[in-house]
């Protein structure tokens, strides 16, 4: 083993975005490239020396070849210890568990999430933090920065280190732990759910399908519900990570998890359907025929959290991104503790976690997790909507249904708009932003608005503001569009709408999603002037 300094130059736009950096794969392969990056990184955090790291990924194209670099490069930068998963393998939640339970300085996480892997689809890599949790914006900059200056990185000479094997090696002066991906996240979620009163509720017949979309969740998926939960082999399907994700979108949402939404739709639906992403930390919930939204889904398991050990005494708060809809608010609110509205991402979560403020965080974008890790966890979801479906006896669709007549229902769907020409998307924002100011009192397709502005934040923790967080605009009524571009695309701009209207206690809780959502749909594309700007008001993606 023989230590080396291999001179680079600045590579351009790497700058990390909502989670992580995310390039096509090709990209990440030219020389150099993950290199700089995973140099600046160690830069930014003041160097590797001492430090001991968690490195794993959700097993799509060139995972195992990044890993190898990032470990050769972590002893290179002085590294004492990393802790990887079997293979290269760590669902996103189960590496911030790592990062925590071994009081590790930091991990790496490759994945591109739900973006499709191959060698011409996309990789990405994620810096998280001795919390566990994504790096804040003032260490993506530092990291950016860095990229912008570096003439140099650190590795070392030796033969590609063996993963498949559990256990510990040397190497110089770092020590390389191979660890299973899933006993220690299992251990975690046992701690905080009832096994048995799980275990009885598939006794008694209860049945489930988990899809893990070929990506990272399958062994996970396979381990908790089929072996330790005594759910039938085959609820799992979809349960080997492939490095293509079998050429799919490992994206949990009714488009691209389709064949678990025929199933639940069809006269075979089993009582619970639900799906992860790439990296495991997304969820897809649906009952027998009922898709509950993600923003629901975060409302509801706020509501029944405490039915589960782990939250039993009660939750701090609840935090949700700006675009998810204010159905968990409406639950903070009816227990008394307080609400919080982050920006876009799980990184803006991490201090009122740490701080105690929140004990429960959501995304509409299918993310939803609890201050047991720093990140949004799939797995986590479902297995709390098991353990509330144990306890309450009652089916998916009568736990929505009850919801909602308690607490009115939200109303919500995405409109995504891929590959626009991202000057095209730029104009159409900032077309959208020079008018916000005068568009209170008017009304677009006979909707008034009654508010209109731009979402900062103040983070209430460290005092730190994040500027230019999406375009918001409320309703008479209750309905509510928001206007963001997207942070984790590859190609071009995507362009996010998103909708929301509510309906109180009393209103009409059993319309069809579209229909409700008609009012505020042409309002929003009226407002924005998407025909004239981006050329279009016909989604790719509706969620
Ligand atoms: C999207 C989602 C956001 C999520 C992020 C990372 O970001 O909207 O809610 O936190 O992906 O999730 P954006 O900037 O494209 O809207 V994951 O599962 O892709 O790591
Ligand atoms: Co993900």
Wanted: glycine fraction near 12%; aromatic fraction near 8%.
């Amino acid at each position: 083993m023989k230590f080396k300094t291999v001179k680079t130059a600045p590579i351009e736009g790497q700058m990390p975005g909502t989670s992580g950096l995310r390039k096509k794969t090709r990209v990440f392969m030219e020389p150099n490239y993950l290199e700089n990056f995973i140099q600046a990184t160690f830069d930014a955090i003041g160097g590797g020396a001492g430090k001991t790291f968690v490195v794993g990924g959700d097993g799509r194209y060139f995972n195992k070849d990044a890993i190898q670099v990032i470990l050769k490069m972590a002893a290179g930068n002085g590294a004492t210890k990393v802790i990887v998963g079997q293979n290269g393998i760590l669902s996103t939640p189960a590496a911030s568990h790592l990062i925590r339970l071994n009081k590790a300085d930091g991990g790496f996480i490759l994945s591109a999430s739900h973006n499709p892997g191959g060698i011409d689809e996309d990789f990405g890599v994620k810096f998280n933090a001795a919390n566990g949790g994504p790096a804040s914006e003032a260490l993506t900059a530092k990291v950016f920065e860095a990229t912008t200056t570096i003439s140099a990185f650190e590795t070392i000479d030796t033969d590609d280190i063996d993963l498949s094997r559990i256990g510990t090696t040397s190497h110089g002066n770092m020590t390389i732990q191979v660890v299973d991906p899933v006993s220690d996240y299992q251990a975690l979620m046992e701690s905080l759910f009832d096994f048995d009163a799980i275990r009885a509720l598939f006794v008694s017949g209860f049945t489930m399908r988990f899809d893990a979309m070929h990506a990272v969740t399958g062994p996970y998926g396979t381990a908790i519900l089929e072996n330790a939960l005594g759910a039938p082999a085959g609820t799992v399907t979809n349960g080997i990570p492939l490095e293509d994700f079998g050429k799919g979108h490992p994206d949990p949402n009714p488009i691209w998890a389709k064949e678990l939404m025929d199933v639940m739709t069809s006269d075979n639906a089993p009582d619970l359907g639900a799906a992860s992403d790439g990296d495991g930390d997304r969820n897809m919930i649906v009952g027998r025929g009922a898709y509950v939204t993600p923003s629901d889904s975060l409302a509801i398991l706020a509501a029944n959290a405490h039915l589960a050990p782990a939250y039993a005494a009660g939750l701090a708060g609840i935090a949700r991104s700006m675009p998810t809809s204010a159905a968990g608010d409406r639950v903070a609110q009816k227990l008394g503790i307080q609400a919080f509205e982050t920006p876009t991402g799980w990184k803006f979560f991490g201090n009122l976690l740490d701080a105690d403020k929140v004990t429960i965080c959501g995304e509409e974008s299918a993310g939803t997790g609890s201050n047991h890790v720093r990140e949004k966890d799939g797995l986590w979801a479902v297995l709390l909507w098991l353990n509330i479906l144990a306890v309450r006896k009652q089916s998916v669709s009568e736990i929505v249904a009850d919801h909602w007549k308690t607490f009115g229902r939200d109303y919500y769907s995405r409109f995504d708009f891929e590959a626009v020409a991202s000057d095209k998307a730029n104009d159409m924002m900032q077309n959208l932003r020079g008018r916000l100011d005068g568009l209170t009192g008017k009304s677009f397709a006979g909707l008034t608005v009654v508010s209109a502005d731009e979402f900062s934040y103040l983070d209430p923790v460290d005092g730190s503001v994040s500027n230019n967080q999406g375009l918001r605009i409320t309703f008479e009524g209750d309905g509510r569009a928001v206007f963001r571009l997207s942070g984790t695309g590859t190609q071009g701009a995507t362009v996010r709408l998103y909708l929301g209207q509510y309906s109180g206690q009393n209103g009409d809780i059993n319309q069809d999603t579209q229909t409700a959502l008609q009012n505020v749909r042409d309002a929003a594309f009226e407002i924005s002037e998407m025909q004239a700007t981006i050329g279009r008001v016909d989604p790719d993606v509706i969620t």
